[in-house]
């Protein structure tokens, strides 16, 4: 019983130290999401047929980020 608050101090205080490194992660995330484009055109040395790619690549960048904010907003509310 008495142990409890003292779980929960260390499953905050972890959260926190995740929370550093999110940014990192996020940038890393965003660098390498427009490897295959580069790869594609050093490759092929035309843009031709990027649209789906760069739609999906897109979209994974947007559910990363759109995910990273309500983390915080989360995070900083409670």
């Known amino acids: 019983m008495f142990l409890f608050p003292y779980l929960i101090n260390i499953y905050v205080t972890s959260e926190v130290v995740l929370a550093h490194y999110l940014p990192i992660l996020?940038?890393?995330?965003?660098?390498?999401?427009?490897l295959p484009l580069l790869s594609k055109i050093r490759k092929n040395r035309s843009v031709s047929?990027?649209?789906?790619?760069?739609?999906?690549?897109?979209?994974?960048?947007?559910?990363?980020?759109?995910?990273?904010?309500?983390?915080?907003?989360?995070?900083?509310?409670?």
């Open 26 to 34: 996020s940038s890393f995330i965003l660098v390498f999401s427009f």
């Open 49 to 78: 047929g990027l649209s789906l790619l760069m739609m999906t690549f897109g979209l994974a960048q947007s559910l990363y980020f759109i995910t990273y904010n309500i983390y915080f907003e989360r995070f900083y509310i409670a």
